[in-house]
């Protein structure tokens, strides 16, 4: 069978009468949270390192020391993680035709005029966005980060050049920062769309709205495809 | 302990029998690491200086041994791999070290043995204290000695980052930050830095930093006098001077002794990151976050409707295929 072109192949209707979809199987889900807890602890003990008046924070991790120690280790955890994922998600995040029409209409999106957009597959320009910002930043942060890493890499490159590995992890820290809050901030706009990183699955309803190419693909398949 | 210290004025002297009372107070802070607003203290003390007088130098080492002896700082023996210095290079247990060039002058053709005691300069615009993200881990008092406090050090390198004279090494030890302190514990009890004190030809030599730039200035007379023209001081303007500062006899030359930066200055660099970055980029995030969760409560939300559950049933019925079209 070729690969579904807007599905992944365990992608699958659950159950008709109501009609819920299976999005996310469960290594994705924990993994995804790995990344997310990560990220937030990154974020928390980057953040006192990055502003004076956020020095505090290094108290949640019991002192400035071990948040020190601590932070570039979520970080090669969060990396490898977030590369995981990547390797599951990539071919869908990959750019359609769908997605200049559906960015030429972003006003419709914000309004929620849903119905004037074309259909989608599993991931709309948005999510796209947030896919490769997070994977362009992360590669960035990683790459710097490991430059700046006094414990362990303290002698891998000259003064000059760390200079510029710590004001471009800064940088990238406050880019990856905002693709977060975009993240998670539309993840709770489009309501419905949290229980597929939480329970897996989420209602016909909502996959016909924002993903109805999916949607119609998982449902050829159910039909066509080999018998359950 | 009822008397409390002068302020040195030299190295030379000998210390009182009797103890006194330390002259360096916390509140004599004038600068605080990752600390706005720190409170002005209500005296200045007179700025101090270390004069090192690289004409003067004979490479001794006395300087580098009576800072280990001062500091209880045990560097670790190393392999001797055919040059002078020794240990190769400053490490969190030699706060200061003599480093040797073998130039050859090209107007003379006399080889020159240039020797630059190394070490912390104690910028007036210190670098390590403005990259520095944890409060009260460096401070700078009035007489301008900047010196690193232990317990506060979270050991992330930044002051390596932020210093124009690569001086700081963080120890693999206890992880924290070390350099020269200009015996900050001497100055306190009126006494000049072991370096100076042992220093056996006058080479290096403390006082108020008035004084050393008369004496500097007599020094550099002293060598014009002798054909080196070129000589003259090294109090970098662009850190602001410095409480360490050299005599060369090359001064157009700087970075002859060893790289001695030219015009050494906080990195712009490191400046946009301490400064602009900072500001802004938390503002931006600020912003967002908050924007964000207010437009999230009352924002109308993106909500599936009743009838698209019942068209995603059709859909999901009729495999596929709607009104609309089909895969």
């Not at chain 1, 003990?45 to 601590?70: D, E, I, K, M, V």
């Not at chain 1, 949290?194 to 016909?208: D, K, N, P, S």
């Not at chain 2, 002297?13 to 209500?42: E, F």
Request: with cysteine; proline share 6%; glycine share 8%.
């Amino acid at each position: 069978m070729p690969r579904p072109l807007y599905s992944e192949p365990g992608d699958r209707i659950e159950s008709t009468r109501p009609v819920t979809v299976s999005r996310y199987r469960g290594f994705i889900r924990a993994n995804h949270w790995i990344t997310a807890l990560s990220l937030i602890l990154l974020l928390v003990s980057g953040l006192a390192f990055f502003h004076p008046s956020l020095y505090f924070l290094t108290g949640l991790f019991g002192g400035g020391q071990t948040a020190r120690w601590l932070h570039p280790i979520i970080g090669v955890v969060l990396f490898v993680s977030f590369m995981v994922m990547f390797i599951q998600l990539w071919r869908l995040n990959l750019p359609t035709p769908d997605d200049r029409k559906w960015l030429n209409q972003i006003g419709d999106v914000v309004k929620g005029n849903e119905e004037n957009l074309p259909e989608l597959g599993k991931y709309n320009a948005g999510q796209k966005f947030i896919f490769w910002g997070m994977t362009l930043l992360i590669v960035v942060l990683i790459v710097s980060g490991i430059m700046i890493w006094e414990q362990f890499f303290g002698e891998l490159v000259s003064i000059p050049t760390r200079r510029w590995a710590v004001l471009t992890h800064a940088l990238a820290a406050v880019a990856i920062i905002l693709v977060f809050i975009l993240h998670v901030y539309a993840a709770f706009w489009t309501r419905g769309t949290l229980r597929a990183m939480t329970r897996g699955t989420v209602t016909g309803g909502w996959a016909y709205r924002h993903h109805r190419k999916w949607l119609r693909e998982l449902a050829g398949r159910r039909q066509n495809g080999p018998a359950e | 302990m009822s008397e409390t210290a002068p302020q040195p004025k030299t190295a030379a002297s000998n210390p009182p029998v009797q103890p006194i009372a330390s002259n360096l107070l916390p509140s004599d802070v004038v600068r605080i690491s990752a600390t706005k607003d720190v409170p002005q203290p209500t005296r200045q003390l007179e700025k101090v200086a270390k004069l090192i007088d690289v004409s003067k130098c004979i490479g001794c080492k006395a300087c580098q041994s009576a800072c280990i002896e001062w500091n209880d700082t045990k560097p670790e023996v190393e392999t001797n791999v055919g040059v002078y210095e020794n240990p190769h290079d400053l490490t969190p247990n030699m706060f200061t070290l003599m480093r040797f060039t073998e130039w050859v002058n090209p107007e003379t053709d006399n080889l020159e043995w240039l020797i630059r005691k190394d070490g912390c300069m104690h910028c007036e615009d210190p670098g390590c204290l403005k990259a520095c993200p944890a409060p009260g881990a460096i401070v700078q008092y009035s007489n301008g000695i900047v010196d690193f406090i232990h317990e506060n050090c979270i050991g992330c390198g930044y002051c390596v980052t932020g210093c124009p004279f690569d001086i700081p090494r963080i120890s693999k030890v206890d992880h924290k930050s070390y350099k020269c302190t200009l015996c900050s514990d001497r100055v306190a009890v009126g006494q000049g830095p072991a370096c100076a004190k042992a220093c056996p030809t006058q080479a290096i030599v403390f006082g108020t930093k008035e004084d050393m730039i008369a004496h500097a200035n007599e020094r550099v007379e002293d060598l014009k006098s002798r054909g080196y023209e070129n000589a003259g001081i090294y109090d970098p303007a662009g850190v602001g001077g410095t409480h360490v500062f050299y005599v060369l006899h090359h001064a157009d030359k700087p970075s002859i002794y060893d790289k001695l930066p030219e015009n050494p200055r906080i990195s712009p660099v490191v400046e946009g990151w301490k400064g602009v970055t900072k500001t802004a980029g938390l503002a931006v995030m600020g912003v967002a976050a908050v924007g964000a969760a207010i437009h999230g409560i009352f924002a109308r939300a993106n909500k599936v409707d009743e009838h698209e559950e019942k068209e995603a049933e059709k859909l999901v019925v009729s495999g596929g295929s709607d009104d609309r079209g089909s895969v």
